[in-house]
């Protein structure tokens, strides 16, 4: 129940277009829920993120859409450029206590130019 | 502003040997601390936290051990490592109040045990 299931593993973009990830949980209790972006040889850094009061976020080229009946949300990237090109990570917590985040197991996503 | 330091950045280090990484976090007090385990092509596992001195909480049973002897201070050590003690170690960090909900992480420590 603790689980973030995320796909997919990998994914090739063209300069321009959209890149969509997607993620599915598991524990309703979950409220709060962010995605990373890591470059190779660095730490993730928070990217966007939502709670689960609004169905979407968009921040620049960055969109999330959140689907709570389904338990399920996505990271739309739009005119995807070679610069967004590094793995990206969704996750998900509860808000109070510890903020203990239980991450999906990440996509490697390559803009080609 | 807030700042989050991890050493050593890459560690070669022979199967039975201890370890001992270190991560400190300044501009900031009384953090939520934590240790996350990248191995090569998966997400990131929780491996302890800590909401304060002396205080640590184990997610998963394993062969390390960590400890917080001061505020800002979170030390990741094991008494003898194992083959499957490879990986990307991160720390972070969790303000609370207006920064709720956000892990800060280090820019990680590379262990590979050989």
């Known amino acids: 129940q603790q689980q973030v299931k995320q796909s997919p593993q990998s994914l090739i973009v063209q300069k321009g277009g959209i890149s969509i990830i997607n993620c599915a949980y598991e524990?309703?209790?979950?409220?709060?829920f962010p995605w990373y972006q890591q470059f190779p040889g660095k730490g993730p850094a928070l990217l966007i993120a939502?709670?689960?009061?609004?169905s979407e976020k968009k921040e620049g080229r960055f969109t999330i859409s959140f689907n709570k009946s389904a338990k399920q949300f996505s990271l739309h990237i739009m005119d995807s450029q070679p610069g967004d090109s590094a793995t990206y990570f969704c996750?998900?917590?509860?808000?109070?206590?510890?903020?203990?985040?239980?991450f999906g197991q990440g996509t490697r996503l390559t803009i080609n130019p | 502003s807030q700042t989050i330091h991890q050493w050593p950045a890459t560690l070669v280090q022979p199967v039975g040997s201890p370890l001992s990484l270190e991560c400190t976090v300044e501009?900031?007090?009384?953090?939520?601390l934590y240790w996350y385990r990248q191995a090569a092509g998966r997400g990131l596992q929780l491996l302890f936290y800590?909401?304060?001195?002396?205080?640590i909480s184990s997610e998963v049973p394993q062969n390390l051990s960590a400890s917080r002897p001061q505020d800002r201070q979170f030390i990741l050590s094991s008494k003898k490592l194992l083959l499957s003690d490879s990986g990307f170690y991160l720390c972070?960090?969790?303000?609370?109040?207006?920064?709720?909900?956000?892990?800060?992480f280090g820019e990680g420590s590379r262990l590979t045990v050989l």
């Open positions: 939502i709670r689960p009061d609004v």
């Open positions: 524990n309703t209790a979950f409220d709060y």
């Open positions: 972070a960090w969790h303000g609370g109040g207006s920064l709720a909900g956000e892990l800060f």
């Open positions: 501009g900031t007090s009384n953090p939520n």
């Open positions: 996750a998900a917590s509860r808000r109070e206590g510890a903020q203990k985040l239980v």
């Open positions: 800590s909401v304060g001195i002396g205080q």
